[in-house]
């Protein structure tokens, strides 16, 4: 069982800032618009889109119709009856954190070759979204439908199939040297996904106090760590990095990608809903068992009884009595210390990252693009 | 609209015999003991259990429990409960293929090398199985109760996008210079074989006379012909065999793979309960729209119209009037000539086939394994 801290850490401070660790987190940028305020990052993010998009653009393009159809609804470029759409299709961290980890070790050259393996990343992360969805049932996804229920189960689960058939094939048809090592790479970290996949669903079936701490924190290494790291190692190999640097990065991306699954779980519970776009306090409703939950139910607490009992009986009603329960619930967690606790894991997986990082990149200005990404997704608000 | 042959074929008479076409179909064989009596496919496929086998056993060793739990039972391995199981893991006939591929054009030592990749191509095939099921709500396969229905959906589609994973990167760790190409190939059938499965789910939703002929034709090319031809060009690729060969192997496979489904759908009206481990007439019960029931329903004869009339109300029951109905629809099916399109269309296809395989293998000696398994699957009886 974890050790809580005392005191409430400051939301969104989970990132070690310069002079406290500047030492091994050192960044480039120009002070007033470094990666902290998130700019760097949104540029990147930007850009990604930009290099990313025209290649899943082109591989959309080579799937029959039924299937691509579901893809593009899928990553918000077109309505379900097929017009175009504006679209949303997530915020590219993934293919981002595989073109910036190619620049930092390889610089521009190595970034320029890394694209098509980025949007392979992509693809995988997006297949398992779809799949996801039919098997938790789970109906919005982006603000929209998710696919199963516009296109049925069949052509969401088809449709992630062709998806993932694409992401390798993408790789396997890529002559870079890179190539062949990080389809190997990419392969592994779905059978991975699967597995945290399967571990979530079995978790949510089991009784509350059947529940460690550790079950939850190796289900969601697997579910979001392992394709966040496997995305910086594929960007390292494009890189022509050696094993050391490779295992690095992915270190790298687990750790931060532990640390933002910390942040979503307490978004999840203490989220404003005007910017998560979820009833508050929507992941206590459903009784998910996420982290800063089962820190609180496994904390031995007085607290964490009342939490226990709470969470024995479903949630029902969006009446004012029902948002009432939902608020004595979000008290039971943070009074047991499972907010705290979440805070201070996630600045300490934080800080994990920045020094496994600092392993492969030692420079602290070729480091900073990965190191913004990092601290974008973990201080994101919704 | 095809033509329809006006007497019927013999049941499994769909292989050009030695003397009609044995310029094309030239085989090895001592006579006595030659292909078509399947005793060489048995062999092969038993000798291609005993090399495949422990390449799929070694990969499912390497998969998390969850998903190695699921693969096992599928392949007939174990028991719902984890236990030993006989097994009853299918005929191996791609893999076989594969193997028989790479022999015909590249002796022992390519055999040797493409064991992986038959393994892989296996996997494809399981993992689609898997997909299927849940999808088409199917509650048996060979013989037992399906992974959705023993492990629920989420661990089936699990299980199924590990396999699938696992297969291509089966070949990305394969330092044979054709595991490349291989994977690709393999990739791109996945896609076909989604839009295959794809068709065919949406052919079943829909009206019995809004359905054509090619439809299916090409449906069931994609869902059956394209794996068995992808199979048979993978074994190429291993042989060091050039792209008008692979292609000339791929297109055997296809051509014998739709021959195949040819004459599973007649088994699907026709067959023997003892062998098939179905009720008589199942396919019909379900109000499938086999290739032999669609070539009935446009064929313009006044059988045809019972046919239609017959199909549009849902079959009930299994008492003595159930059982007269699916003779009576059987019978039309055959009186409207889809028995004999059916067999006229098999013979045909192999017909095909055998002339894409003299293509890319001229020796007869050399094409036996692989004329020896396309007689044998088109041949079966069960």
Redesign the interface.
């Not at 689960?157 to 062709?162: R, T, V």
């Given at each position: 069982m974890a050790e809580f801290m005392t005191e409430t850490a400051e939301r969104s401070a989970v990132v070690p800032r310069p002079g406290t660790s500047g030492e091994r987190a050192g960044r480039s940028g120009d002070g007033a618009a470094g990666p902290l305020d998130g700019q760097e990052a949104a540029a990147l993010l930007e850009r990604t889109r930009a290099l990313v998009d025209p290649e899943l653009r082109a591989a959309f393009a080579?799937?029959?119709g039924?299937?691509r159809r579901v893809a593009l609804y899928h990553f918000g470029w077109q309505h379900a009856d097929g017009t175009p759409a504006a679209g949303n299709a997530g915020k590219a961290i993934r293919p981002a954190l595989v073109l910036a980890a190619a620049t930092a070790l390889g610089g521009p050259a190595a970034r320029a070759a890394a694209v098509r393996a980025a949007a392979a990343v992509e693809l995988v992360h997006n297949?398992?979204l779809l799949?996801d969805d039919?098997?938790d049932r789970d109906t919005a996804r982006r603000h929209r439908p998710t696919a199963w229920t516009v296109f049925g189960?069949?052509?969401a689960?088809?449709?992630?199939?062709?998806l993932?058939?694409?992401a390798?094939?993408m790789?396997?048809?890529d002559p870079h040297p890179a190539a062949?090592?990080a389809?190997?790479r990419l392969?592994?970290c779905?059978?991975?996904l699967?597995?945290g996949?399967?571990?979530d669903?079995?978790l949510e079936s089991r009784a509350p106090d059947d529940v460690t701490l550790d079950e939850v924190l190796v289900m969601a290494e697997a579910k979001t760590g392992a394709l966040i790291g496997c995305a910086c190692a594929v960007g390292a190999l494009y890189a022509g990095a050696g094993d050391e640097e490779v295992a690095a990065l992915d270190g790298f991306g687990r750790q931060a990608g532990l640390a933002f699954q910390l942040i979503d779980d307490v978004i999840g519970i203490w989220g404003d809903p005007r910017n998560t776009g979820k009833p508050a306090g929507a992941d206590l409703a459903a009784r998910k068992k996420s982290l800063p939950v089962v820190a609180a139910l496994t904390s031995g607490t007085p607290a964490a009884t009342e939490l226990a009992d709470l969470y024995a009986k479903p949630h029902h009603g969006q009446d004012a009595e029902a948002a009432a329960e939902i608020a004595r619930t979000a008290q039971a967690v943070e009074r047991a210390g499972g907010r705290d606790w979440a805070q201070a894991e996630a600045a300490d997986r934080m800080a994990r990252a920045v020094q496994e990082l600092a392993r492969a990149v030692p420079d602290p200005e070729a480091a900073g693009g990965l190191l913004a990404l990092a601290e974008f997704v973990t201080r994101r608000s919704s």
């Open positions: 080579s799937l029959p039924s299937m297949f398992t799949h039919v098997m189960d069949p052509d689960i088809l449709a992630g199939d062709a993932q058939a694409l390798l094939r790789l396997a048809e062949v090592p389809a190997s392969a592994a779905v059978v991975e699967c597995a996949q399967h571990t669903t079995d």
